[in-house]
């Protein structure tokens, strides 16, 4: 197992002793081995739903606990080929991103339709499939951003996919029709039987306010984390927050004193947590982004944002360039010291 601790360092006792007073852990619906039975069978998801659901719980190194630890690759689109692969040119070959989600053992494998098309009667029984319906393509030119469905629901259901997932840009010009495009996907999705997963993302040159970055402010992300779940999104994945005060700072939208004052606190688990409770108190579950890769600092930056995640209440991680973009037997290791902190018993919710 991971020593969790020695890779925290300074930080271990501040966020391993920390207790949430805002949103006590008991107000939670959290993950475990019955979630499925437990949570989910309280919405209108279909059996189909909760089956394709319970596939990617039951599967790899976190099955049966309730946890996901995800490998998506769809950067080849998002951040141009030669930007993902060329650290690791073996990722090139759809085959292998597969590949590295099942000796990482992961809980399944998120990716364009490209990826998963070319390889899907090799995999599709061996590791649940996650279809990205949009991506933002970054060859045109001047850049623009704007997410644009790249593949339809039934591409998806007809590949064997357990699951489609999307983005959405919250607070940008286009945000309103992604919004509608996205929850007619979501919905024939659940009426094909598969999960929903929402990159629910800010973007808009707006957030960036007097020197500080609110696209990942607590207060902003977690509105887009109440909209994910309001479009029947089951799983919402979210970058983690390193501040807050958005509304307040930016000087928008609505707010309340109550957020800043007694719900939330500077400290990062106390963000978190504010996420978990915006996605209707974990009944859709949170699982923030790994971010990107640094190098040497990469082992222990996805231990602590695992850490964070799990002791806010959040159903797991969802890595990917940290991890496809080193050999595969350093990535196969990346992922499985965040699935220890999933496993060890010792960290427990905040």
């Not at 030119?141 to 996919?161: K, S």
């Amino acid at each position: 197992m991971t020593d969790i601790t020695q890779l925290l360092g300074d930080d271990a006792e501040y966020l391993l002793d920390h207790r949430c007073r805002g949103f006590p852990r008991e107000q939670l619906h959290l993950p475990g081995p019955d979630f499925v039975s437990r949570v989910v069978a309280d919405s209108d998801r279909s059996p189909a739903v909760m089956r394709s659901l319970q596939a990617m719980f039951g599967h790899g190194r976190l099955a049966g606990t309730g946890y996901l630890s995800l490998l998506p690759v769809d950067q080849g689109i998002e951040h141009s080929a030669g930007a993902s692969f060329a650290p690791n040119p073996r990722y090139f070959d759809p085959a292998n991103i597969v590949e590295l989600a099942i000796e990482g053992g992961c809980n399944g494998v998120a990716s364009t339709l490209g990826v998963l098309s070319s390889v899907a009667r090799r995999y599709a029984h061996r590791i649940p499939m996650m279809l990205k319906l949009n991506h933002n393509e970054t060859l045109s030119y001047p850049a623009m951003y704007d997410q644009t469905l790249f593949a339809e629901v039934e591409q998806a259901h007809d590949m064997g996919c357990v699951a489609v997932g999307a983005t959405i840009y919250f607070g940008s010009p286009e945000s309103r029709r992604q919004i509608m495009e996205i929850s007619e996907a979501f919905e024939r999705a659940h009426q094909l039987g598969m999960a929903t997963v929402l990159w629910a993302y800010l973007r808009n040159p707006g957030f960036k306010h007097e020197g500080k970055d609110y696209h990942v402010a607590a207060d902003l992300t977690g509105q887009a984390n109440h909209l994910a779940a309001t479009l029947k999104a089951d799983i919402v994945k979210q970058k983690l927050p390193e501040t807050n005060g958005g509304y307040q700072d930016i000087g928008f939208g609505h707010t309340h004193a109550k957020v800043y004052s007694e719900l939330t606190s500077e400290h990062p688990i106390d963000l978190a947590r504010y996420q978990v409770a915006c996605c209707y108190m974990g009944r859709a579950g949170l699982i923030n982004s790994g971010g990107g890769s640094k190098g040497h600092s990469d082992l222990g930056e996805a231990v602590r944002t695992a850490v964070i995640n799990k002791r806010a209440g959040g159903m797991g991680l969802i890595s990917g360039r940290k991890a496809f973009q080193k050999p595969m037997s350093e990535g196969g290791e990346l992922l499985h010291a965040i699935q220890d902190v999933y496993l060890d018993q010792s960290v427990t919710v905040a």
